[in-house]
């Protein structure tokens, strides 16, 4: 049976990790490929890293931490934040990220999921959705949450299936950094009406809110950065507690 | 002893790199190339493969002289061969993903979507599954039965001779996902994405 997968995500700017696992015996809590290493060696089914670099000249240093995790590292690694072409993609590929998560791009220039997942298969190609509620639907909103696009998120996930993308990793703005739970409605709204794997994003606080991503918002992955991090929870208690609501996982 | 990563623009090969390399540290070489000689002269050889059947295969036929080079290492030669994901399916007769495209016909099957039953099942198959064992393979020596894979695919591979199936997984259907026919070897999980599991599976592949 397929494993409903958890997905810790890491912040990193110009490098470092923004908000990390707080471990005392940490050697240098701002390292991702460390952080990263926790992680998997504590169980995680991928993991994540979104590239919150705001400046041009620092955008390299994302290669070298992908790089150098990669080597250490043996589940899937997801890169996101500043992915703008076919050229950004493969230079992420070839450092090692088995998948990029598109977002900006993707709406701006939906030629660039055409294209990628062409030239590189769908398994590696995730469009990040970046959603808020206005009135009765949910809007697409871009660069990092500041733009909005006013296309709709639910029309706008069917066409990036159907563009080629293996994934959408659906987070919603409204939830994001709440700690108040995933918006349930928006993810199976955009699950049930798309074939492709949804990934759970934004607003988690608590395990429970893990289970209703999976159960209520008919997730087949749930991503999340703050429960993990400070210690708050392992992976491996998140595991345990899908696993005593029923929920398949790997442990 | 050398093991040679087939480099034929298959798209993103990093991942099969790191872990063989992880796995040999110093003990074995692993080469990375396209380079006929290098090939035939190789002890072993892994094949992988990510996209589509078509295109992984219209990759292997724009180098000059690499499938044969292959077939006389993988068929005359017998010497070991591991596929992975496409780089399995690729040993089929005949695919259809984009269009029918003829496969190098090393294991007699054929390649085909699999059935989501009318949308039950999400494709592609992306996560951890369980393999199902059934059968001795020299490549999941010392894996237990039930251990953790991670996949990624929309299309399965469907031999004619059942005997070469070494594990399956339950998605849908049941899904050939190992499988060893005399020297070939082949999965359609990813070994290098599977952590420690995975890690083993490729040093019994390296070990033989």
């Known amino acids: ?251 | 002893m050398n093991v040679t990563i087939v480099d034929y623009n298959s798209g993103n090969i990093s991942s099969v790199i790191n872990s063989f390399k992880e796995v040999a540290k110093d003990k074995v070489n692993i080469e990375v190339t396209s380079d006929l000689k290098k090939i035939k002269f190789s002890d072993k050889v892994v094949l992988p493969g990510q996209g589509s059947f078509k295109s992984c295969v219209d990759a292997l036929n724009k180098i000059n002289g690499l499938v044969d080079t292959l077939s006389e290492f993988a068929i005359n030669d017998k010497k070991p061969l591991l596929g992975i994901c496409v780089g399995l399916q690729m040993f089929a007769d005949i695919g259809y993903e984009e269009t029918e495209t003829k496969g190098l016909g090393w294991v007699s099957g054929k390649v085909s979507k699999i059935d989501n039953q009318n949308g039950k099942f999400k494709l592609p198959h992306i996560g951890w599954n369980q393999i199902n064992i059934v059968k001795d393979s020299k490549i999941l020596k010392d894996i237990e039965n039930n251990s953790h894979m991670y996949f990624v695919h929309s299309y399965e591979f469907i031999p004619n001779d059942k005997n070469v199936i070494s594990a399956k997984t339950d998605y849908s259907s049941n899904i050939v996902c190992s499988v060893e026919k005399e020297n070939i070897f082949g999965t359609q999980f990813h070994p290098e994405k599977s952590d420690k599991t995975g890690l083993k599976i490729i040093d019994n592949f390296i070990s033989l």
């Not at chain 1, 089914?45 to 670099?53: N, Y």
């Not at chain 1, 296309?151 to 108040?180: H, N, P, Y």
């Not at chain 1, 049930?192 to 934004?202: D, F, H, Q, W």
Request: with cysteine; charged share 25%; hydrophobic share 40%.
């Open chain 1, 1 to 251: 049976m397929l494993k409903n997968r958890i997905i810790p995500c890491l912040d990193v700017k110009n490098g470092r990790v923004v908000k990390g696992i707080n471990f005392v015996d940490l050697k240098d809590a701002g390292d991702p490929v460390e952080q990263a290493k926790i992680y998997s060696d504590g169980g995680a089914d991928e993991i994540c890293f979104l590239d919150i670099t705001a400046s041009n000249e620092n955008r390299d240093t994302i290669y070298d931490v992908v790089e150098k995790t990669s080597k250490k590292c043996f589940v899937p690694l997801t890169v996101g934040g500043g992915i703008r072409s076919v050229v950004d993609i493969n230079k992420l590929l070839n450092c090692g990220a088995d998948k990029v998560s598109i977002n900006t791009a993707a709406v701006q220039n939906p030629e660039v999921v055409i294209e990628s997942s062409k030239k590189f298969g769908s398994q590696c190609i995730v469009v990040a959705i970046d959603a808020k509620k206005n009135g009765d639907k949910w809007e697409i909103f871009t660069h990092g949450g500041r733009n909005n696009s006013g296309m709709d998120a639910i029309e706008f996930a069917k066409q990036m299936e159907d563009s080629g993308a293996g994934e959408l990793l659906v987070t919603s703005m409204d939830r994001d950094g709440t700690q108040v739970g995933y918006d349930i409605e928006l993810m199976s709204n955009i699950s049930l009406k798309v074939n492709i794997p949804v990934i759970a994003s934004g607003g988690v606080g608590n395990l429970d809110h893990l289970v209703d991503g999976i159960k209520l918002g008919n997730a087949s992955a749930v991503l999340a950065a703050s429960i993990f991090h400070y210690g708050k929870h392992s992976l491996k208690e998140a595991k345990e507690y899908l696993d005593s609501k029923g929920i398949p996982v790997r442990i």
